[in-house]
Structure formats: C-alpha cells, structure tokens
C-alpha cells in the first residue's frame, strides 16, 4: 500500500472506474484526503487485520480482515461492501457515502 497507483470499479451503479496514487499510505480521492494505518487486534482470542482509515485527519472507519477481504458496514446495516485491497475499498466507499 506505500506507493501504486489503482484503478477500480466505483460500485456507485454508474459503472464507472476511479484511479487513485497512493503515496506513504496516504491518497486524495472525492475531495477527501484518507491515510491508512494498519495494526493487528485480538477478539476473543483470534488475531485480525485490521486497517484505520482516517478522513481529513480523523477517524473515519475501520476495516477487519477475514478470509482475505477487507469489509466495511455502514451504521445501519444497509450499506456493505468488501475488497482485498482496503485502499480500494476505502475509495468504493467514497464514490457511494462520501
């Protein structure tokens, strides 16, 4: 995730593919800059992956890793969405909530 440049498939409906350079973890996308932090956590005992996305310089949202995907759930459960990559995701979410 330190330095590549992606192009992905908003998931917005519109069928349209965004690009995004990410540069130390960090990248600019839909007006919002994001940085992303990863570190390892430990529920009930099981390790996970998990990824911090910071929006302008705050907390956003967390991804978890499970099985290789990274997933993200809005607060009421009607938006979820998954991807490998969680730059990817971060910018799936953007193009659909942000």
């Not at 994001?34 to 991804?63: I, W």
């Not at 809005?74 to 910018?91: M, Q, V």
């Amino acid at each position: 995730m330190n330095n590549e440049t992606l192009t992905f498939n908003k998931e917005d409906w519109s069928g349209e593919k965004a690009t995004i350079k990410i540069k130390d973890n960090k990248f600019g996308y839909n007006g919002f800059q994001f940085e992303l932090k990863e570190r390892n956590e430990t529920y009930d005992g099981d390790h996970y992956k998990c990824v911090d996305v910071f929006v302008d310089g705050s907390l956003g949202f967390t991804f978890m890793e499970i099985d290789g995907e990274y997933y993200y759930e809005d607060e009421c459960g009607d938006f979820t969405r998954s991807h490998k990559n969680p730059a990817i995701l971060t910018g799936i979410i953007a193009s659909n909530l942000m």
